[in-house]
């Protein structure tokens, strides 16, 4: 009788051995067989600029006194004659969420808002301002037109990409402007234009290229 309560406990326990043996070898493979997650990559909110300034109109009412108040174009002069404060030739974009326009905008200029000997075609400038206790300022003057702007996660400034042009050289540069120590700040050159060069700027040559665009953009008065 001992016996058999023996071998039958025996049997009991090999089974429940086998059972939980089974069930972490079915976990083991189960977990084992997931393809680990691969990392998503970040959203980029792209907003693209391709401003015709023969359509071009203010919508926020105080357009016409910011240009005024810097003083940059003639308030004597009325309708689309040149040098008017008209949207024919300023278009406004808010610089960021965080302040109203009237503190705080990007101003692009149409090229034939000035007389520019040197260049083959008319060239637009954009204007970066800020209000600082009270008075209008700019802290940045490209010699360029902005084309797009890309949301930058933590802050409430974009990345600005801004495309300058050398009609002598008959070359152009798309290049990447962040937010730091309170005006924008070049980041990179990610396409070039040139006889060597057509479209985006290969990974491995961008801090070689954006070294040299820098110095291009330096020296031939395209930043200020």
């Given at each position: 009788m001992t016996d058999r309560r023996i071998s039958k406990g025996w049997i009991v326990g090999l089974g429940l051995s086998l059972f939980f043996a089974g069930l972490f070898l079915y976990?083991?493979?189960?977990?084992?067989?997931?393809?680990?997650?691969?990392?998503?990559?970040?959203?980029?909110?792209?907003?693209?600029?391709?401003?015709?300034?023969?359509?071009?109109?203010?919508?926020?009412?105080?357009?016409?006194?910011?240009?005024?108040?810097l003083r940059i174009c003639d308030s004597s002069k009325v309708g689309d004659n040149m040098g008017a404060c008209s949207p024919k030739f300023f278009h406004f974009i808010p610089l960021t969420s965080s302040k109203p326009l009237k503190d705080a905008f990007i101003l692009l200029i149409n090229g034939l808002a000035f007389a520019d000997p040197e260049a083959k075609f008319p060239i637009r400038r954009t204007l970066i301002f800020e209000r600082e206790r009270g008075v209008l300022t700019a802290v940045n003057k490209f010699k360029g037109n902005i084309i797009e702007r890309r949301k930058v996660e933590g802050s409430n400034y974009d990345d600005i990409v801004i495309r300058f042009r050398l009609d002598q050289y008959s070359e152009s540069y798309h290049v990447?402007?962040?937010?730091?120590?309170?005006?924008?700040?070049?980041?990179?050159?990610?396409?070039?234009?040139?006889?060597?060069n057509k479209g985006k700027v290969r990974p491995e040559l961008v801090d070689s290229v954006s070294k040299e665009v820098q110095k291009i953009l330096v020296e031939e008065n395209l930043v200020f």
């Open positions: 976990y083991f493979t189960q977990k084992s067989s997931k393809k680990p997650k691969e990392p998503l990559d970040p959203v980029i909110t792209v907003e693209k600029f391709d401003i015709d300034f023969r359509n071009n109109v203010f919508d926020d009412g105080i357009e016409v006194s910011l240009l005024k108040e990447v402007y962040s937010w730091k120590n309170n005006r924008y700040q070049f980041n990179r050159c990610e396409e070039l234009n040139s006889f060597y």
